[in-house]
């Protein structure tokens, strides 16, 4: 009878302490990738000046520039292979001419698998790129990371769509 006082003790402070582990959802979300909306006026930005370009270091600058601001990963992994390389190769160079300016990297999964185990995985999607371009000589006090895991799909179920929804975004931020 005492053992199994003591199993079921054991086993509720377990529960508790993994409990307190879970990451919390934030309350406000930041806007969907996609989303725009409308930047303080004299940015360069929706300000009505069309046809003169986006102002050097925006993240309209930014997305104008780069290859991608996406790079896609294969299922249950986080590893940076060629074609994520050639992306980020991209988005190092132009964020080495622009050493003022920070960016977030958001960490995503598809809509298979829990909660937890897709936060999880987003946030390693997103440090995976952030080291990538620490390695290429990006400042890590310039980057970000933020993890959705599956709660912002680009659309869809079946293979094609999450194979879209697998990625980590950098989005410029000032």
Request: charged share 25%; aromatic share 6%; glycine share 10%.
């Amino acid at each position: 009878m005492a053992t199994k006082k003591t199993t079921v003790l054991i086993l509720g402070a377990a529960l508790l302490a993994t409990a307190g582990c879970a990451k919390k959802r934030p309350e406000v979300l930041p806007p969907a990738p996609g989303e725009t909306g409308t930047a303080a006026p004299g940015t360069g930005m929706n300000d009505g000046n069309v046809g003169t370009g986006s102002v050097p270091g925006s993240a309209e600058d930014f997305r104008r520039s780069v290859q991608s601001d996406t790079v896609n990963f294969e299922l249950d992994s986080y590893d940076i292979d060629p074609t994520a390389r050639a992306i980020l190769d991209g988005q190092a160079t132009w964020l080495a001419q622009y050493p003022a300016t920070r960016i977030t990297i958001e960490g995503h999964a598809d809509e298979r698998g829990t909660r937890e185990y897709n936060l999880a995985l987003g946030d390693r999607r997103a440090n995976s790129a952030k080291n990538y371009l620490v390695a290429r000589g990006i400042s890590a006090d310039r980057i970000t990371t933020i993890s959705y895991g599956k709660e912002r799909p680009l659309g869809g179920s079946g293979e094609a769509a999450w194979a879209q929804d697998r990625r980590a975004v950098t989005v410029v931020v000032s």
